[in-house]
């Protein structure tokens, strides 16, 4: 008899980016130079302080680490929010490091009660996924571009609803969120009592104006929680090291929940989050690096009528290109330009564009995209 598996396992579709994978070994095969703007996966350098702190953290005994975290990464965690957000968190009650955010976004759905996980379609597919998992029902919230990618939170029935996700500035579209729509979502949530997680991955990567907002903002956090991560800002998606601060009781919650898991933060990689964290200069130098290549590519996409139809936040580009959507993907694949259709979003009509690859890469995929007009 063969191994059965559990039947959420079993029946997930092929996650779309497999079949990218797929052509660009065809493609490599073939001899064809590729430039990846398909997973939204950091290749940025980690900063050398960054490195070093970590290798000075690596002492002879290991032991195992504890699920709370080392205070002094909650202090420098709490005491960015403070200089970023404008923020109060008490270090001890209202944070806790997680291991990169995506285990602690996937496992958030076990922790609380409520049958239904209510998440925004097109959206990063872990909140999904890890709904499935534990034997929730999911609630797609429609994101249009009419109502700047925010979800409409009043025609949603909330009972059952367990735990609300937005993701802003959003993968993929870009967009921000303004404080009067987390101070309505965090009132609904009061109201119904689900837990309103407010996934902050991109928070750092902004191209125009002012700094996104935190949800952190808001006047009554409670029923909150913020998922951020160094991933992204620090570009240490290796690391593994994120964090999630809000609504005391839902701290708590995870420091009971978490020892069960396993996933608690490596000892070394806080001291090195420690360092991260407590530096702005190299978040500052990564935009720079995220700009250039925005500026190496969108002229020649809007010249060629595909409209930024997102927001100027986030490493992605969200383009809309209409019903030649999945044509274009095609055919600036085959010349080795890869992005990813909107159609593996649940989004047709939009290309994600994810500005991953050197500048110089962007620079030339950018004359790659003009030759094939
Ligand atoms: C929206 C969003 N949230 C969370 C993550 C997870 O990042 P990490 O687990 O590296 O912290 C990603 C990564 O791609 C993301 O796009």
Known sequence: MSVRLSPVLAGLGTYPFVRLEQARARLRAAGVDIIDFGMGE???ETPAFIREALAAAITPLAPYPSAVGL???????????????????????????????????????NVFAGDVVAVPTP???????????????????????????????????????????????????GARAPLEFYEHAAALAREHGFVLASDEAYSELYFEGDPPISALQIADRSHLAVFNTLSKRSSMPGYRSGFVAGDPDIVAALKKYRPNVGVAPLEFVQRAAIAAWTDEAHVEAVRERYRAKREALLPTLEALGLR?????????????????????????????VVV?????????????????????????AAEIIRGLG
């Open 340 to 364: 990813a259709p909107g159609s593996f979003f649940g989004a047709p009509g939009y290309l994600r564009v994810a500005l991953v690859p050197p500048p110089e890469a962007c620079a030339r």
């Open 71 to 109: 205070p002094e990464l909650r202090g420098a965690i709490a005491g960015w929010a403070s200089r970023r957000f404008g923020v109060d968190l008490d270090p001890d009650t209202e944070v806790i490091p997680t291991l990169g955010s995506k285990e602690a976004v996937f496992a958030l759905a």
């Open 308 to 336: 930024n139809a997102g927001g100027d936040a986030t490493f992605f580009l969200w383009l809309d290109a209409g019903p030649d959507a999945e044509a274009l993907a095609a055919r600036w694949l085959e010349a080795g």
């Open 123 to 173: 959206s990063y597919p872990v909140y999904d996924r890890g709904a499935l998992f534990a034997g929730k029902a999911v609630l797609e919230l429609p994101l249009k571009e009419s109502n700047g990618w925010l979800p409409d939170l009043d025609t949603v029935d909330w009972s059952g609803v367990g735990v609300l996700w937005l993701n802003y500035p959003n993968n993929p579209t």
């Open 42 to 44: 950091p290749r940025e």
